[in-house]
């Protein structure tokens, strides 16, 4: 435990430490030499192209991607054309640009996704210069091309290309440049010679940082830090000037020689690391520097250090945080120093363990004691020391009543967490901080993208991430990734994605199925389709794989009928007629929905439809229905005779008769109103009789009643009522007469009594038959009794209803 | 009512909120597009709308001008038309007409289509196969409940009967599980939910996916139980002619989202006046699940109990005086006011039905149910065809097909019916046949041969296609059957008092149980389908019944939701009122349209225009 200061170094009042991350597993044959080198924040992958020069084609460049602890992850010869820079992207993906100022991106397999460009007048200018930035948008890339100019894309996803303005007085490429992100907004700064420069959108604005020696001919090399806060410049005459990236303050100017690259680890005090061919250096506000001697290495800056990757291993040099710095400091007195102490002495069983402890509760400072320990554990890289802290602050909670135990705790499970991404296997080396700035989601996102499912579901378990956010987005990288395994057949991909996702919430079959079938396996998407619960994500993909029948079915069932319409109106573009039409045939549901669409909106399809169904009687309906549209009668009545030859092949003999008839009544009518202008046309038989008998014209009416075989009680009715009202009693009286009633007498009195006759009644009411007497004289006699007293006495007549009601009913 | 209600009976849960939610939405919805405007309102959806927002919260919210969707072109001048319309077809193609005319002469106006209660994605086609599918904005006011009364909820689409029972078109089922749905998030969560119908089970399932979709709080349910019944399970009752009050005016003339206009004939001034029907008025709310029979003697008896009240003031000294006019006058006259509108309508509509043989066609419709006297009946079918009384006897005629029918009868009815009222009713008979309405009888086959036959396609699952095919026949016969098994028509010998009603029966003059009704009495007394095995066969099957696993809460499960798809009568909500006094249940009737007979058979007409 004592030696755990021995690689700090002090600067000014901080310390720095350089932690040994990895021995890295690669085998670099040249080193890092005559390399492009792209290494992610975060504990990211690293890529290399060797010799990006070179380009024979017998001997290409190889591009390598290394894991964090140097596991290779993919490895293949580069193809197009050459590379000016690497760049990795939040999403871990790794970015190539290329000197026409395409963008190939890649993952982190080395399998290329996709390719943009930079635009098109850098094909001719070629890039000379490009970087690759995050910001709150996304990740950026900034190129300047042969002809001076910057062009900047803000986030590569939502692809928007910004051609800044002119520099003046710029030449090829500047001395040094960087991107920046301020007030929201992405500049470039860019030193020509010692001139700085501030590019935006609009306008390049001369600047000149405070400070700055005069002596300075040229600015060699710039940095800014990881929060865009803090900026860096090196002059030729050797001055290193730091200051806010804003250029307002100057903090110091220091005199060195040479520098090959700087960057700057954000912590309490800012400070920039330097690095020249041998020697790694670290400056900082005090005009303090530490020096490491060193191999030749890359430099990631990383949240609250900087990551330091040679050929042979990785370090990590950050400064040490305050809190170890207090409990490790040697002849520290601080709580949590003293709490170490205690708990180291317990260990031993010896008595000062209670001497330490009544020391830090005399300052009522255990509560602290245990809260440092804690926090120290959480910045402590190696096991054996979190351990120790941890046991610490453990024994110090036990004299602690009412102590919450929770950031115990969730520092602990992340710890555990964290230890386990180490791992070189993995080979994400992230301190806490990161951990905490990145969350566990994006955590989770870089172990699925590096596809360390189980892993991954284990985290997300431990940590109870809920579902939706942890285990079934896990499940769904992992299904997508599963179905493009070329050598599983369709079943087995089927059965195990099925088995392992089973009904995990959140987890959609249908974006599993849109994955395979992208990589063209159709047949796996449709199998994969049928676990899909809901009809609605179904659809959509089946339409897209033209399995259209499939699709139909599943639209039907889901019972949402506007999916099935989408799907029959896709269908009806996609398929002739025929086909159409014999698909719709094996789905009632489909059909009747569209055969209620076509009544609507195409009446002609709808007849098609029947014709093809061999749909007699509904053909014969739709033509009776169409007969209704024709305005002059010839074109009815051949409509109409259609209708009769569909009703006989569909062998409903007695629709054709109606039918039939209907026709010869409409040449009946079209005959006498052309006649006599009776204008009967469209009338029902009935009617027309009625509007004969009417007229006068009783011949033409007991023509139709022989023609059409009209029941004579209806015949009778007809003619009873009409005489009735026209008041002929000599010719009612003469046709009651004629032959005996079908309809019998009471009818007779009826009809006379609703004209108020009663001397016409009476005549007819000896021929009632005895059972409707009673009623008949009911009828004459009572109707005089109502229209007497009607005005009178509401009373009365509520009670001779009633009578009435009860009479009829018995 | 003679009797008053069980004392422990539960209270019925405040819909207003419904009218709320609705209103709310709407003003959302207009406000979306800001400005003065012009609202196009559908003309079944204005008095609806008229429940939920009137004229000036319309005013309030921009709406300069209103106007029915008439389908003729229009002449507004505003720049901004807002359509408010039902998801038809033959509307959307006006509004496309609207808005092409509109280019058509160079002119450019905003158009915004407020789809009630949800669009369908033909609506959308049509617009696309128009060419203005960029021209308008499109939306949907889910406005899927309208609370008429205290417990009845009306989804105001009378087409969900013809298109989902007649046209095959399924396209309302998931309207149906969104209103229940939204009716679940409010009320629920329910317990207990049975069904029977096809309809009805696809409802259920559309509703428990929503359900599924959407969160779940956790809240007091104020409406526990459920019954989903299809209109086809029970074809019967609406065909039957209505004698209580309430389905009397109905039947004669005819409510309109629980609004009723009197003609001068009843009011005996000249003007015609629209009466709102509903528990707020008084004398209605007493006599409207009475059989019409008593219906005079209550309003003589309240009439004179009225006169007995103004007679009071006589003798009264001043101070009395002002008292009386203060606090009793003005409930007194607004008394006396619905009295002469009621006492007005009964005699109305009682000389209407004595002109029109009342007693003799509901004697028919008595025979018909018990299968006595069929001669008879026909003769008077016969006698009321040739003399041309109404289409509507369309009724008896069904009914009486509905029980089985000789070929010989079925054709010589048909025969006289197109010739009293043309052969375009050819359809309307064919639509009959197709709904299961009319049933032919095959000749040499009775009734029970046929049913056993069908019986045994049913249960045979195998048969698949053939048993869809014949399970429409199979049902149609049944009728005989299940009345026998559920005893739907009492005994005839014994005297039925209709002061003092035994059963359900006491709607239909103590002849005839309704069919729904009935199941609805049989589950809940069973707590499900065991024991009625017999009955859904006959009826077809798709009964289902779940219990979800909540703590059951005494007085939301006395609390039933009955959803009928495909409407139903008033008689029917009279029944369940009835029993929900016997039993102590209440009863919230959610219905997608009011029906009768009437509305019954023409929603099977076929217009040609």
């Known amino acids: 435990m004592a030696f755990i200061t021995a690689n700090w170094n002090p600067l000014g009042e901080a310390f720095y430490r350089k932690t040994e991350l990895y021995e890295m597993c690669w085998n670099l044959r040249d080193g890092l030499r005559d390399c492009l080198v792209a290494a992610a924040p975060y504990g990211g992958p690293i890529a290399l192209l060797r010799e990006p020069h070179r380009r024979s084609p017998s001997s290409r460049p190889q591009l390598e991607i290394y894991s964090a602890s140097g596991n290779s992850l993919a490895s293949f010869p580069w193809k197009s054309g050459p590379v000016v820079q690497l760049g990795w992207t939040v999403n871990d993906e790794l970015l190539c640009i290329q000197e026409d100022g395409t963008v190939l991106i890649y993952d982190l397999f080395g399998s290329f996704k996709r390719h943009f460009s930079m635009g098109q007048e850098v094909v001719q200018s070629q890039v000379l210069e490009a970087k690759v930035f995050h910001s709150p948008y996304g990740t950026g890339v900034a190129i300047v091309t042969g002809s001076s100019r910057f062009t900047l894309a803000t986030n590569i996803d939502d692809l928007k290309l910004r051609r800044l303005p002119e520099v003046p007085g710029l030449q090829g490429a500047p001395s040094c440049w960087a991107v920046l992100t301020q007030d929201r907004q992405t500049k470039v700064l860019l030193a020509n010679g010692a001139d700085l420069f501030i590019l935006d959108n609009t306008s390049c604005t001369a600047v000149s940082p405070p400070g700055l020696s005069p002596q300075v001919s040229s600015i060699v090399h710039m940095s800014v830090s990881f929060s865009y806060k803090y900026l860096a410049l090196f002059t030729d005459t050797g001055h290193l000037w730091t200051g806010s990236a804003h250029l307002q303050v100057s903090q110091s100017a220091l005199c060195l020689s040479s520098m090959w690259g700087c960057r700057r680890p954000k912590s309490q005090q800012p400070s920039v690391v330097l690095m020249w061919d041998r020697l790694l250096l670290v400056a900082g506000v005090c005009n303090d520097i530490i020096q490491y001697p060193h191999r030749p290495c890359v430099c990631v800056g990383e949240l609250d250090g900087v990551r330091v990757v040679s050929s042979s291993r990785q370090e990590l040099l950050q400064e040490v945080p305050l809190v170890c710095q207090e409990i490790f400091k040697i002849a520290s007195m601080a709580p949590g120093a003293l709490l170490l102490e205690a708990h180291r002495e317990y260990e031993k069983c010896s008595q000062k363990a209670d001497e330490y402890l009544r020391e830090i509760k005399e300052q009522s400072m255990l509560g602290e004691a245990v809260r440092q320990c804690v926090e120290a554990a959480g910045h402590e890289y190696d096991i054996q020391t979190q351990k120790t802290l941890l046991r610490a602050a453990s024994f110090g909670k036990c004299f602690l009543t009412d102590f919450s135990p929770d950031s115990f705790v969730a520092t602990c499970r992340e710890l555990r967490v964290l230890n386990a991404v180490r791992e070189a296997g993995v080979g994400l080396p992230l301190t806490h901080s990161q951990f905490k700035q990145m969350t566990v989601q994006v955590l989770i996102d870089r172990l699925v993208y590096r596809q360390f499912y189980p892993l991954a579901i284990e985290i997300c378990r431990y940590l109870k991430t809920p579902d939706y956010q942890g285990v079934s987005r896990v499940l769904k990288h992992w299904a997508s990734c599963k179905v493009q395994q070329k050598d599983l057949s369709d079943e087995a991909i089927a059965r195990a994605v099925c088995l392992k996702v089973g009904d995990s919430a959140g987890v959609s079959y249908s974006h599993i199925a849109a994955k395979a079938y992208e990589c063209g396996r159709t047949e796996l998407a449709i199998k994969l389709l049928d676990y899909e619960a809901r009809s609605g994500e179904q659809v959509p993909l089946l339409l897209k794989m033209k399995r259209s029948q499939l699709a139909l079915s599943k639209a039907v069932e889901s019972g949402d009928t506007d999916l099935v319409y989408t799907v029959v109106t896709y269908l009806k573009n996609e398929m002739n007629r025929g086909d159409f039409f014999m698909t719709l045939r094996n789905q009632p549901v489909a059909l009747s929905l569209y055969r209620q669409f076509c009544k609507l909106q195409e009446q002609d399809t709808l007849k098609d439809l029947y014709n093809q169904d061999d749909d007699h009687q509904e053909l014969a309906n739709y033509y009776v229905t169409a007969s209704y549209r024709e305005k002059r009668l010839e074109s009815r009545l051949s409509v109409l005779q259609s209708a009769v030859d569909e009703y006989n092949k569909a062998k409903n003999e007695f629709a054709a008769k109606a039918t039939e008839d209907e026709m010869r009544l409409l040449r009946f009518q079209r005959k006498l109103d052309d006649e006599k202008g009776a204008g009967l046309l469209g009338l029902s038989l009935q009617a027309t009789m009625e509007a004969l008998l009417a007229l006068g014209l009783h011949k033409q009416a007991e023509q139709l009643y022989r023609d059409f075989r009209v029941p004579d009680k209806r015949y009778w009715w007809l003619k009873l009522k009409s005489l009735a009202e026209k008041e002929e009693w000599e010719e009612l009286e003469k046709f009651s007469k004629s032959k005996k009633s079908p309809i019998g007498y009471l009818p007779f009195v009826e009809v006379c009594m609703k004209r108020h006759n009663k001397h016409e009644a009476k005549k007819y009411v000896s021929k009632v038959p005895p059972e409707q007497k009673v009623k008949a004289h009911l009828a004459v006699g009572d109707g005089a009794v109502l229209a007497r007293c009607s005005a009178s006495d509401r009373l009365l007549i509520d009670k001779l209803n009633r009578a009435r009601a009860t009479a009829t009913k018995k | ?609």
């Open chain 2, 1 to 609: 009512m003679a009797h008053s209600a069980r004392r422990d009976s539960p209270e019925l849960p405040d819909f207003s909120v419904l009218k709320r939610l609705a209103r709310d939405q709407l003003i959302y919805l207009l406000e979306q597009l800001p400005g003065k405007k012009d609202l196009f309102i559908e003309a079944d959806l204005m008095s609806p709308l008229d429940r939920i927002a009137n004229v000036s919260t319309l005013k309030q919210h921009e709406v300069d001008k209103l106007y029915k969707v008439e389908y003729k072109p229009v002449v507004s001048t505003s720049d901004q038309l807002c359509f408010l319309i039902r998801p038809r077809i033959q509307t959307v193609k006006w509004v496309c007409d609207v808005v092409n005319a509109d280019k058509a002469a160079g002119k450019f106006k905003r158009y915004k289509i407020i789809f009630t209660p949800q669009k369908f994605y033909a609506c959308e086609t049509v617009l696309e196969e128009q060419g203005i599918f960029g021209d308008v904005s499109t939306d949907e006011w889910a406005f899927y409940l309208l609370p008429l009364d205290e417990d009845i909820i009306n989804l105001e689409l009378p087409e969900f009967f013809r298109d989902n029972f007649l046209e095959g078109d399924q396209r309302w089922v998931r309207t149906g599980g969104s209103a229940l749905h939204l009716f679940h998030s409010i009320y629920g969560p329910f317990s207990k939910v049975y069904g029977i119908g096809r309809c009805s089970k696809m409802v259920y399932e559309s509703w428990r996916e929503q359900v599924k979709e959407g969160e779940q709080k956790a809240r007091q349910a104020e409406v526990g139980t459920v019954f989903l019944i299809d209109r086809d399970v029970d074809f019967v009752t609406p065909l039957c002619s209505q004698v209580v009050y309430e389905g009397l005016v109905d039947d004669i003339f005819r409510i309109k989202c629980g609004c009723v206009e009197f003609g001068p004939d009843v009011t005996s001034s000249d003007k015609s006046i629209k009466v709102m029907l509903n528990s707020q008025d008084k004398v209605f709310n007493e006599i409207r699940n009475e059989h019409f029979s008593n219906v005079f003697g209550f309003l003589s008896q309240k009439a004179r109990n009225l006169q007995t009240a103004y007679d009071k003031r006589r003798g009264m000294d001043i101070k009395q005086m002002k008292t009386f006019v203060s606090e009793e006058l003005k409930g007194l006259k607004q008394e006396h006011r619905l009295l002469s509108l009621h006492i007005g309508a009964s005699e109305s509509m009682m000389k209407k039905k004595t002109k029109q043989d009342f007693q003799e066609l509901l004697k028919t419709e008595h025979s018909l149910l018990e299968g006595f006297e069929i001669r008879e009946c026909i003769s008077f079918i016969e006698e009321h065809i040739n003399r041309q009384v109404s289409y509507l006897k369309l009724c008896p005629l069904s009914l009486y097909f509905f029980t089985g029918l000789l070929p010989k009868d079925y054709r010589s009815l048909k025969a006289q019916y197109l010739q009293s009222y043309g052969v375009d009713h050819l359809l309307t008979f064919a639509n009959l046949k197709q709904l299961g309405l009319l049933v032919e009888q095959q000749p040499g086959e009775t009734l029970t041969v046929m049913e056993s036959k069908m019986g045994k396609l049913v249960n045979d699952k195998t048969a698949g296609k053939l048993t869809d095919a014949f399970s429409s026949l199979a049902k149609k016969s049944n009728f005989r059957a299940l009345s026998r098994r559920l005893s739907l028509v009492p005994k005839s010998d014994e005297e039925y008092d209709l002061r003092v009603p035994r059963d359900m029966a006491y709607i239909f003059s103590g002849a005839y149980i309704p069919l729904s009704c009935k199941l609805i009495e049989q589950v809940l007394e069973r707590d499900g389908w065991t024991g009625l095995e017999e009955v859904t066969r006959l009826l077809n099957g798709h009964e289902f019944a779940v219990t979800a696993d909540l703590r059951p809460q005494s007085d939301a499960q006395r609390i039933i939701l009955v959803m009928f798809l495909g409407g139903c009568t008033f008689s029917e909500i009279s029944a369940l009122r009835f029993l929900g006094r016997e039993r102590g249940y209440k009863f919230i009737v959610l219905t997608t349209a009011i029906t009768n007979s009437a509305r019954l058979i023409e929603a099977m007409l076929d217009n040609h225009v």
